[in-house]
């Protein structure tokens, strides 16, 4: 086996007992992006260089035997709409193409304490809007399963690089299921944790009352790991929660005996692919074999949160990105006054999607269509939260799909934005309700396609979510998933991106 | 036909904070442009505001101040719009849910005291500051942003529309600065925008009940600019409405150097702001004992003082007005009178002399040590020293901060007294002046004058005058 085929666990062990040091754990991951990453970029920026320099400094801090975190070492990518220091952040959009901040995210500056080598940049839908990595205005992402479909989205970038081997970790962000659709249609485990449970401070605001920042990872476990470091409250976010966070490690051993599982019915949604409610079904008898309590819950009210989200997320963007004027930062596009200015920096730019939601979330905010739009939008997620919180009266765990269907093609949703919207049908209203939520593997479909199960906790468990994810690894034979990459051979250099 | 006069008020007020609303970085006034700034205040994607809790403090004193009723649960809100002083596009305020409401200012007008209500009070963040190049905002070529003032701490106070000139605007909003100004919120500095003030100004029929088309003035740096401006557009406006016409809704700049109102943009142009909840921050819950205790270290506020003042001193409704209106003023007239409670005298002499001198002097009434004047005062009333010699030694006390006292032993300026020590100079003068001396024997009193004039010149004014009036008597 090789250094980048393994589980950040077995890396933290080995770098630990210094079996390997962390330059040559990075050195196989940079091979292997050198290998890969050509024909299905991940990266908008590789920093080779960074990480090869703070690989070194563990490597001798180590040596002088200092104490260091069970993470040190182990590098990590990072989706490109978190601001790192002194290295461009671009939010995968022309406005901020050259972009640098001058300070790192909270959740960077614990990658960097932990000593974490970055190895890079990921890619990402324009800004996070998107579901397929489509929306970047570089270039798209490609599924590593099959190159002429799409990985998800928007945390695409991450999500390859980590199921690719690319990289053993990746941070991703989730709003409406950024980090769990793409972990779905790639065969990786993601987590959106709480709302709050994580610090935003320094992730690029998409929709800030949705926003939180995850883990994208091989395995449960390496999830609660990478969760150890960037759980917790911070003074910079006034929206991160107070309570303590507990070692996500502790006590993931299974034991199901007294789960309340609630499988979730869901209503009217076109285009749900059978073999992925086959998939689910499939699970929760699983969990019964394995001493859970299943019964079926339905959430009324989920059926109005595409709609609700769709008002609420364009709202806070559209606010959220009028800072992008040409006047201090990023691009700026000419203009005879400073009203042509904004409008022509704006209008070349944002993409098309950004500028849709931009249109969207101003015309629900106007006067006279607050009420009818915003504020009923606000009014249907109180009822969607309180749907939830009736469920977890009765359940202590729901499951559902992570996704409709698996992996679409490539341009196949790029003209309609209705049925793009739809591949997030599953993981939206979990993150209007602010529920901890996380992707797993659930099998393959007949195309050969990974499928992703979903499993949603009440506020703070996610101990229970990386719990079950665990216990679904261990249902299976072969695990972490990998792809096998056979294109890569059949096409050689002549691949076409 | 009369026409009646509705003036509302929307008042600016930067808060006395160290530190910004929504970061750590400093508040100074006059800095370097862009350098009181990090990725808070700047707007830069990422970052996130954190409540300053002495902005929340001092934004519940000044509600508390203007006798607003604080509301435990307030929340704020994005108010969008582009303009290049805004880093974020929109402004952190409050919309619907502000932190105080109603209140009112007790004011002293031509026809006695009136009540001015209040609507609202809010807190928010300031913008940044448009540096133009050329003159004004109009006709600019380019313009320079500073963004140090972006993110400081902003109160906005919103009278309802109950002031009936410009004159009684400008009263108001003076009662209003030393009211903020004694509750210690604000340095209120109209020069320097800490405090800034816009008006909305209509005219209706005298007797309607409805309200006239509004315009809405802005750019009034003083005091003075206020009630020069809504004068100006009193005039305006009932112009417009005499010769038949309609008032059109508009904003409205004043122009400082040509006195009069220009047109910045009509109704077309206002905005919409498309308010929503603020999604970075909580709604803001106050404790009710946080309030309370915010409540009780209220200072003395300044119709509090005027009444206090006239009990504790006597003092005319006037000096009491005088005293609180300059603070300072009256913070040295009470240290002044602990030393030398002869009140009226005190007054007397801080009113005249002592503002005479520091207007003179060019120095502020804070830099004056109140003890000396009452040590001066207590010299001349023992008779110790004559009046030009304190008149003179209060002037120098100013200039330099020397006690006069001092000054006194040093220089022996002492009142000269005592038929032993006046009986020789008494008779010197009689020897030199047998002219003067023969006519105050014709009755001529003014030649008695003069003589004591001379024994004064002689005794650079120090001679016990009732004494040497005396003795020149008895000798001639």
């Known amino acids: ?497 | 036909m009369k026409y009646e006069v509705i003036i509302g008020l929307e008042i600016h007020l930067e808060l006395l904070t160290a530190s910004k609303l929504f970061c750590g970085c400093s508040t100074a006034f006059g800095r370097e442009p862009n350098t009181n700034c990090c990725p808070v205040c700047l707007g830069l994607p990422g970052s996130l505001p954190v409540f300053n809790r002495r902005a929340i403090e001092l934004a519940v004193t000044a509600a508390l101040a203007l006798n607003s009723e604080i509301r435990l649960w307030s929340r704020f809100d994005r108010k969008n719009y582009f303009y290049p002083d805004l880093p974020k596009a929109y402004q952190v305020s409050q919309y619907d849910q502000p932190l105080a409401r109603g209140g009112y200012l007790e004011v002293d007008v031509a026809v006695g005291k009136r009540r001015i209500n209040l609507e609202r009070v809010h807190l928010e963040e300031e913008a940044g500051k448009l540096v133009h190049a050329g003159h004004s905002i109009i006709g600019s070529g380019y313009s320079l942003v500073d963004y140090n003032r972006a993110g400081i701490p902003l109160l906005e106070i919103v009278t309802a529309p109950e002031m009936h000139s410009g004159r009684e605007a400008r009263l108001f909003l003076e009662d209003l600065r030393t009211v903020l100004l004694y509750a210690g919120v604000s340095d209120c500095k109209m020069e320097e925008g800490s405090l800034r003030c816009d008006a909305n100004i209509s005219l209706r029929p005298e007797g309607s009940s409805i309200l006239g088309t509004k315009a809405e003035v802005k750019n009034m740096n003083s005091f003075r600019s206020v009630e020069l401006a809504l004068d100006y557009e009193v005039q305006r406006q009932e112009k417009v409405l005499s010769g038949g016409g309609s008032v059109v809704q508009e904003t409205c700049h004043w122009d400082e150097e040509n006195k009069q109102t220009i047109t910045l943009r009509g109704k077309e142009g206002s905005s919409d702001y498309r308010y929503f909840p603020e999604p970075d921050l909580l709604p803001l819950v106050l404790e009710n004992t946080f309030v309370e205790d915010l409540g009780r270290s209220l200072p003395e506020l300044p119709s509090e003082r005027r009444e206090r003042l006239r009990e504790q001193y006597g003092l005319e409704k006037e000096e009491a007005f005088l005293l609180t209106a300059n603070r300072e003023l009256g913070d040295f007239f009470e240290k002044a009178a602990k030393a030398y409670p002869v009140y009226d005298n005190l007054f007397n002499w801080v009113q005249g002399d002592l503002l005479y001198q520091l207007r003179e002097n060019d120095k502020k009434v804070e830099e004056i040590d109140p003890n000396l004047l009452a040590g001066l005062l207590q010299l001349l009333d023992e008779g110790s020293i004559n009046r030009p010699v304190a008149k003179e030694l209060l002037a120098e006390m100013v200039q330099s901060g020397a006690d006069p006292k001092e000054m006194v032993r040093e220089r022996g300026l002492e009142r000269i007294s005592g038929r032993d020590r006046l009986l020789p100079l008494v008779e010197q003068v009689i020897a030199e002046n047998p002219e003067a001396v023969e006519n105050y024997r014709q009755g001529k009193n003014k030649a008695l004058a003069f003589l004591v004039g001379k024994v004064m010149a002689a005794t650079k004014g120090r001679a016990d005058p009732a004494e040497l009036n005396r003795l020149l008597k008895e000798k001639i």
């Open chain 1, 1 to 497: 086996m090789r250094l980048y085929e393994m589980t950040a666990a077995e890396l933290s062990r080995r770098l630990q007992s210094r079996e390997v040091s962390s330059a040559e754990v990075v050195r196989s991951f940079l091979e292997r992006i050198d290998e890969v990453d050509p024909y299905l970029r991940a990266f908008i920026t590789r920093t080779p260089d960074l990480a090869l320099k703070s690989a070194g400094e563990i490597d001798s801090r180590r040596m002088r035997g200092e104490t260091l975190h069970p993470l040190a070492g182990v590098p990590i990518a990072v989706k490109d709409n978190i601001s790192t220091l002194a290295l461009r952040t671009t939010c995968a959009s022309r406005i901020l193409e050259n972009y640098i901040p001058p300070f790192d995210a909270t959740v960077v500056a614990a990658l960097k304490k932990a000593g974490m080598p970055i190895l890079g940049k990921t890619n990402l839908d324009e800004f996070a809007m998107g579901s397929s990595t489509e929306n970047s205005a570089f270039f798209p992402t490609r599924n590593p399963w099959d190159p002429g479909r799409v990985p998800g989205g928007s945390s695409g970038g991450s999500v390859v690089a980590v199921a690719t081997g690319m990289a053993p970790l990746a941070l991703g962000s989730d709003t409406g299921g950024s980090i769990r659709q793409p972990a779905s249609l790639c065969g990786v485990t993601g987590l959106r944790p709480t709302y709050g449970r994580v610090s935003r401070y320094g992730l690029v605001a998409f929709a800030s009352s949705l926003d939180q920042i995850g883990t994208v990872s091989t395995t449960a476990f390496d999830g609660a790991l990478l969760m150890n470091l960037i759980a917790g409250y911070d003074p910079l976010d006034s929206t991160s929660l107070p309570e303590e966070v507990p070692d996500y490690r502790a006590g993931l051993e299974p034991g199901l005996d007294k789960l309340r599982v609630g499988l979730i019915r869901y209503g009217r949604v076109d285009g749900f692919d059978p073999e992925v409610t086959e998939a689910v079904n499939k699970a929760a008898s699983m969990l019964e074999e394995h001493g859970a309590k299943v019964g079926e819950v339905s959430l009324p009210l989920t059926d109005y949160g595409l709609s609700a989200y769709y008002l609420i997320a364009p709202s806070e963007a559209s606010s959220n990105l009028g800072r992008y004027d040409g006047v201090r930062y990023g691009f700026c596009a000419d203009g005879d006054s400073i009203e042509a200015m904004f409008s022509r920096t704006r209008g070349e730019g944002f993409g098309a999607e950004v500028k849709r939601r931009i249109m969207i979330g101003t015309y629900a905010l106007s006067a006279g269509y607050y009420d009818a739009y915003y504020l009923k939008a606000m009014k249907v997620r109180t009822l969607i939260r309180r749907d939830y919180e009736k469920a977890f009266k009765k359940f202590d765990l729901l499951l559902g799909a992570a996704s409709p269907t698996p992996a679409f093609k490539l341009g196949e949703k790029t003209e309609d934005p209705l049925q793009m919207y739809l591949s997030d049908v599953c993981n939206i209203t979990d993150s209007l309700a602010g529920m901890p939520s996380l992707a797993v593997p659930g099998g393959f479909h007949s195309s050969g396609l990974p499928l992703g199960l979903q499993l949603t906790a009440r506020p703070m468990q996610e101990k229970l979510l990386l719990k079950t994810g665990r216990f679904f690894e261990e249902q299976r034979a072969e695990y972490p998933l990998r792809p096998s990459l056979d294109f890569l051979e059949e096409r050689g250099g002549d691949y076409e991106i």
